[in-house]
Each structure stands twice: as C-alpha cells, then as structure tokens.
C-alpha cells in the first residue's frame, strides 16, 4: 500500500527555518518525484516545489523561489523541504504529493494527511 | 504562468442532481488537465487526469472533457459523498502547475 507521511510542521516565528519530512513506502521510491503542495487556512490549493526522480528537475513557485529547498534521501525513502526565511504568509497545511505512474499528462494519485506550519510571532 | 478559473465558485444541488463545473486555463494546455475532491481536513483526492481520464476506483459518474483552454467536470447524479470542493489542476509543460481556485458544492 503506498503511504505519504508528512512531519516537521509546528510553530515557528516569521524569519524562522522548519524542515518538512515525508517518508514514503509501498512503492519504488527511486522511480517517483514529488510535489509539494500548500493550503492556507480556508483557501485554496498551491504548488510550491517538485523534484524529479534523479533530482535533474528541481522547480519551485515564485513564492517560495530562494527560501524553500526540496530534496530526496533514497536510503531512507524520504524527501524533505526545508524552509528558511519564513513569512506570515507561509502559514499553511502542507502535503506531499506523488505524481500518477502514467505516461503524458497525470496528476497526483497519492497525497499525504498534511502537516500544518504556522509562521506567527 | 497559466493562470486557471473555475465557474461557479459556489454551488448548490440535490442529491440525484447532475452539476458541472467549469475550468478554463488562461493558455492552450492541450489536454494537462487534472481535477481533484477535497473534503474538509483531508488531503485532496484525484478524480480526472489528461483532462478525461478517470482515475482507478472513481465512480463513472463522474467525467471530464475538454481541450485546449476550456474543461468540464461533470458528476451525472448528485450523491451525499459527492459535497465537497473540487480543484482543476493544470500539469502542462513547465512549472508551475497552477490549481484553480476552487468549486464549493454544496447540499440545496
């Protein structure tokens, strides 16, 4: 059964750092890339980074561009987005998101239960 | 970036209700069209990909359609477990990928 499990968030005071965790199991971890992806509180869903299996593709929004580093530890099938410089703004439910194993245009199959950041002082 | 809107924001409807939803893309996406459910507290869930395809174990009566800049979630007949709030997400070409802004269905 594949399993995305989000860990890291807490509170943390605007120009804090926090380093998100999630730990991935029931499929080839190596073969997949993952997305992150953000919802304020009562809004809407945000994409904020995505790294590609062989970490050759790195993206980030503009939002989060220069203070937000994604990256991957295939020993222990985790990836990770550390946050540095954090805002008010930033305050949000963060998921990880895996992308479906299918050729061409797909979405995201499996998401993690979130894990909630807030940036407050 | 592509910028995505969604029509209605809102809506209401009965149980056996068929409700569609509209997503337009502010450029050609072909057909990298996704659509997802979120319930309250939960992780969003995806229904539709490549604009048309339904994911595996997602009831038929929900379908996609659409090309280019114009897309369709339909749901054929309303049930309880259908209101929630559904996303169209755009997967075309590099990021990033944009989600719409949301539609709320709820119980008339």
């Known amino acids: 059964e594949v399993q995305l499990v989000e860990s890291g968030g807490g509170l943390v005071q605007p120009g804090g750092s926090l380093t998100l965790s999630c730990a991935a199991s029931g499929f080839t971890f190596s073969g997949y890339g993952i997305n992150w992806v953000r919802q304020a509180p009562g809004k809407g869903l945000e994409w904020v980074s995505y790294i590609s299996p062989g970490t050759d593709s790195i993206y980030y929004a503009d939002s989060v561009k220069g203070r937000f580093t994604i990256s991957r530890d295939n020993v222990k099938n985790s990836f990770y987005l550390q946050m540095n410089s954090l805002r008010v703004e930033d305050t949000a439910v963060y998921y990880c998101a895996r992308p479906q194993p299918v050729a061409g245009p797909n979405g995201y199959d499996y998401w993690g239960q979130g894990t909630l950041v807030t940036v407050s002082s | ?108």
Do not use: H
């Not at chain 2, 979120?38 to 379908?63: C, D, E, H, M, N």
């Not at chain 2, 897309?71 to 049930?79: K, V």
């Open chain 2, 1 to 108: 970036d592509i910028q995505m809107t969604q029509s209605p924001s809102s809506l209401s409807a009965s149980v056996g209700d068929r409700v569609t939803i509209t997503c337009r893309a502010s450029q050609s996406i072909s057909n990298y069209l996704n659509w997802y459910q979120q319930k309250p507290g939960k992780a969003p869930k995806l229904l539709i990909y490549a604009a048309s395809s339904l994911q595996s174990g997602v009831p038929s009566r929900f379908s996609g359609s659409g090309s280019g800049t114009d897309f369709t979630l339909t749901i054929s007949s309303l049930q309880l477990g259908d209101f929630a709030t559904y996303y169209c997400q755009q997967s075309y070409s590099t990021p990033p990928w944009t989600f719409g802004p949301g539609t709320t269905v709820e119980i008339k």
